[in-house]
């Protein structure tokens, strides 16, 4: 019986451990995706203005 009352321990151990796990992968693919959402953006943006300033360049020279 106690062996048994020891594999329960372990089974919630485990059970306990993976489910941590789990979530940390999640929060951790989250911040992943919020990291490369964020650097998207700003190259977005990044891209956007160097083409604004390009093209008031142009117009300057006009």
């Known amino acids: 019986k106690s062996k048994g009352?020891?594999?329960n321990?372990?089974?919630c151990l485990v059970r306990s451990y993976n489910s941590a796990t789990s979530s940390i992968r999640?929060?951790?693919n989250d911040y992943i995706i919020d990291e490369?959402?964020?650097?998207s953006c700003s190259l977005l943006t990044y891209l956007?203005?160097?083409e604004?300033?390009?093209s008031f360049g142009h117009c300057n020279n006009v």
Request: no cysteine; aromatic share 26%.
């Open 36 to 39: 490369l959402a964020i650097i």
């Open 26 to 28: 999640i929060l951790y």
């Open 48 to 50: 956007l203005f160097s």
């Open 9 to 11: 321990v372990d089974n």
């Open 52 to 54: 604004f300033i390009f």
């Open 5 to 7: 009352s020891y594999g």
